[in-house]
């Protein structure tokens, strides 16, 4: 069984920084693309950033040059560094990961954003 474990969402103001942290526990013998999605209010479930085991990252358009998406083989973790933060960030953020081709997903943190 696999676990992943979002942290580090909440509220902040415009313009602010978040990082969120995703660990994966259980019964992992190697992790290929981990990633972050996000589901606005109203919207559909999109990427956000992405990030290979070798460590190749894409983003979403919407994000470029703000958030930078990183992982640590080692501890099996995955982080999102968010600066520049704008309302319509404001979303629920999944952890996503490949593991031996099956998809799994964390439960979800929420990030608002708003003054």
């Known amino acids: 069984q696999v676990q992943l474990v979002e942290s580090g969402g909440g509220l902040v103001q415009p313009g602010g920084s978040l990082r969120l942290s995703c660990a994966a526990s259980?019964?992992?013998?190697?992790?290929?693309?981990m990633g972050w999605y996000r589901q606005g209010p109203g919207k559909q479930r999109e990427l956000v950033a992405g990030?290979?085991?070798?460590?190749?990252?894409n983003y979403a358009d919407s994000v470029k040059g703000r958030f930078t998406i990183s992982r640590d083989n080692a501890k099996n973790t995955v982080a999102l560094q968010m600066n520049s933060l704008k309302s319509e960030d404001t979303a629920v953020y999944y952890c996503?990961?490949?593991?031996?081709?099956?998809?799994?997903w964390g439960q979800g943190t929420q990030v608002t954003v708003s003054s």
């Open positions: 259980g019964s992992i013998f190697r992790i290929n693309g």
């Open positions: 996503y990961a490949n593991i031996r081709g099956a998809g799994f």
């Open positions: 990030i290979t085991s070798g460590g190749s990252t």
